[in-house]
């Protein structure tokens, strides 16, 4: 019997969730931590890299920014009730997978997780996960923040989860999603319409509520979603946030 299986994990310390030899591919992630989700950060090296191909905090990994449980019901990422994140990124190795997972808080974090992998053979032209964090606040670049830059080789784009902050009044969504690649410069080779139109929504995620005004409306579907709005009732007001993802499963952005 398991009785309680979980791991506690130290301030400023951290903890290795999963050594494995391959060649193989991590199916899906289960996990329920405890602490603060933007300061527990998940590291995932493949093949003997010293450098991590995934670096990123736990709750923006699974679409929870803000430190704020959402649900989330997408193909790629779900978090249940209560606070129960799971991964289904397939992620392949050829000779060995480790993943930690470094508590970067003043507190002791407890974690619950499973980890499950297949142990077979990767075709030869199978490419590797990577996922990055970054964060601006307030921005560098008025008007411009840079969600991924410096990738080289070849691969595609798989997804975008956006935490986003007000700073001013009004609707924040005119902003264009652009992808330079292969030697863009001036012109990307993709240029989107508006910001709730890259994760798929439109006019402002608004709907009238029952006393005639609007108000955003949160929405998590297999692709794309505003799942967190904090808080809820407020509409156009400095200091506002946001959750929203968008995964490209069937539209992959591809490059050389």
């Not at 290795?16 to 591919?25: E, L």
């Not at 300061?39 to 736990?58: A, K």
């Not at 709730?196 to 955003?216: A, L």
Request: charged content about 25%; proline content about 7%.
């Amino acid at each position: 019997w398991k009785v309680s299986p979980y791991v506690r994990v130290a301030a400023k310390s951290t903890f290795t969730r999963a050594d494995i030899k391959g060649p193989g591919r991590i199916q899906q992630i289960w996990m329920t931590p405890t602490g603060n989700f933007r300061r527990s950060i998940l590291r995932f090296y493949w093949d003997g890299e010293t450098e991590p191909s995934i670096e990123c905090p736990v709750g923006d990994f699974f679409a929870c920014g803000w430190g704020k449980y959402a649900q989330i019901n997408s193909l790629a990422v779900c978090v249940n009730p209560g606070s129960a994140f799971n991964c289904y990124w397939p992620m392949p190795f050829r000779k060995r997978a480790r993943v930690t997972l470094e508590n970067l808080d003043d507190k002791e974090m407890t974690v619950y997780y499973q980890i499950n992998y297949e142990l077979a053979a990767v075709p030869r032209d199978t490419a590797y996960f990577h996922a990055q964090f970054r964060r601006e606040s307030p921005l560098k670049q008025k008007g411009t923040y840079t969600i991924l830059d410096g990738v080289t080789g070849r691969g595609h784009y798989v997804g975008t989860y956006l935490a986003w902050e007000v700073h001013s009044p009004g609707w924040w969504g005119e902003g264009e999603i652009k992808f330079f690649m292969d030697g863009d410069k001036e012109f990307p080779t993709i240029a989107g319409t508006g910001t709730e139109d890259y994760f798929c929504g439109s006019y402002n995620f608004d709907t009238k509520g029952p006393d005639g005004k609007n108000r955003y409306t949160v929405f998590s579907t297999p692709y794309s979603g505003l799942a967190q709005v904090l808080p809820p009732e407020k509409v156009y007001e400095v200091g506002q946030r946001f959750g929203l993802y968008r995964w490209h499963l069937t539209d992959p952005v591809r490059f050389e």
